[in-house]
């Protein structure tokens, strides 16, 4: 699986868009962007995932550069709830395992 | 989403014990389950991929004879930690991925809720 790169941490007020970065300058033509976030003390939960064009959900926004060697994911509305260590993972689908890095550490504050 | 559960959400077990820790998905069918550890301040590092039917697949480092996994059946996968001693003390969650026809159509995993295991 190609590897990224995110922000250690980040800092966004309350009710603003929350924009998140990934590099991923190595991925390779089959392998899809996967987003997921971990809440303190709570398994991950899947976000968004895409494979060159952009997506949206109920839950947020995912931007894939035309290149594919960055995205972001966009929280429009960040809530306090909205707090969490945020992970951009690059696999094929039907990968095996999704290996986390550090992911960045999102705080949203009023 | 998909749902996976895992139970118990907290243990607590003296060293010497082991601990048997459930993952079930509740509503597909899960041909794949991964077992990740994650101690505090640390991502999840992957300690084990477990097919329905067949023996568990440990990542480097994971001593197979001390995390034993069992994956019986397509919506139950366990994990056991024999022996446990106070390193042991982590964080353990589950993920599973359905079939090709399943849930998880371009294989995005679906995450339990987590164990937290404390060994006195």
């Known amino acids: 699986d190609a590897k990224t790169t995110q922000p250690t941490s980040m800092d966004c007020a309350e009710g603003r868009a929350a924009n998140l970065p990934c590099n991923h300058s190595?991925?390779?033509?089959?392998?899809?962007v996967y987003w997921y976030r971990q809440i303190h003390s709570q398994g991950p939960q899947y976000i968004i995932h895409?494979?060159?064009n952009n997506e949206t959900n109920e839950m947020a926004s995912l931007i894939i550069t035309e290149d594919r060697k960055s995205s972001t994911l966009i929280l429009p509305h960040a809530t306090l709830r909205d707090t969490a260590v945020y992970y951009c993972i690059v696999r094929v689908a039907y990968g095996y395992a999704l290996n986390f890095g550090k992911g960045t550490s999102l705080l949203v504050t009023p | 989403g998909a749902v996976v559960s895992q139970h118990p959400s907290r243990v607590i077990c003296k060293s010497g014990t082991s601990v048997k820790i459930e993952c079930r998905s509740l509503?597909?069918?899960?041909?794949?389950m991964f077992w990740y550890r994650q101690f505090p301040k640390q991502s999840l590092m992957l300690m084990a991929t477990?097919?329905?039917?067949?023996?568990?697949?440990?990542e480097q480092g994971v001593e197979k004879d001390k995390f034993l996994i069992n994956h019986a059946s397509l919506t139950l996968s366990t994990l056991t930690v024999t022996s446990a001693h106070p390193e042991d003390s982590s964080f353990y969650i589950c993920?599973?991925?359905?079939?090709?026809?399943?849930?998880?159509?371009?294989?995005?995993?679906?995450f339990g809720e987590g164990s937290r295991l404390t060994v006195l």
């Open positions: 993920s599973a991925r359905g079939g090709t026809s399943g849930l998880s159509n371009t294989g995005e995993l679906f």
């Open positions: 190595t991925i390779s033509g089959n392998e899809y």
């Open positions: 509503d597909f069918q899960a041909t794949t």
């Open positions: 895409g494979l060159k």
């Open positions: 477990s097919n329905e039917g067949s023996k568990a697949t440990y």
